[in-house]
């Protein structure tokens, strides 16, 4: 069972690298802007929900992980944007 943090801070970035095969996602927001290995964030495109991304993975100015498929609308492309506060 993973702990998720309750308080998540609102924090916004960008898709930055996909892998759809091995259902990898890359985003531009990392430790030093408060992302942390069990965080959730939305994806979403103009204003269009895309879905979940779980946060697996965490370096100074990237984060990575996968997209939770009970949640997910279309899988993001590389240019979608996310946020923990939506």
């Known amino acids: 069972?993973?702990?998720?943090?309750?308080?998540?801070?609102?924090?916004?970035?960008?898709?930055?690298g996909v892998d759809a095969e091995l259902d990898i996602v890359l985003v531009s927001v990392g430790s030093?802007?408060?992302?942390?290995?069990?965080?959730?964030?939305t994806v979403y495109d103009a204003g269009d929900y895309v879905g979940k991304f779980l946060v697996e993975k965490v370096g100074p100015d990237w984060a990575a992980g996968h997209?939770?498929?009970?949640?997910e609308k279309?899988?993001?492309?590389?240019g979608?944007?996310?946020?923990t506060d939506l």
């Open 32 to 41: 030093e802007d408060g992302v942390e290995v069990g965080y959730t964030m």
């Open 1 to 16: 069972m993973r702990l998720v943090p309750r308080d998540m801070p609102a924090i916004r970035g960008k898709v930055i």
């Open 67 to 71: 997209m939770d498929e009970a949640l």
């Open 80 to 83: 979608n944007l996310t946020a």
């Open 74 to 78: 279309r899988f993001p492309v590389k």
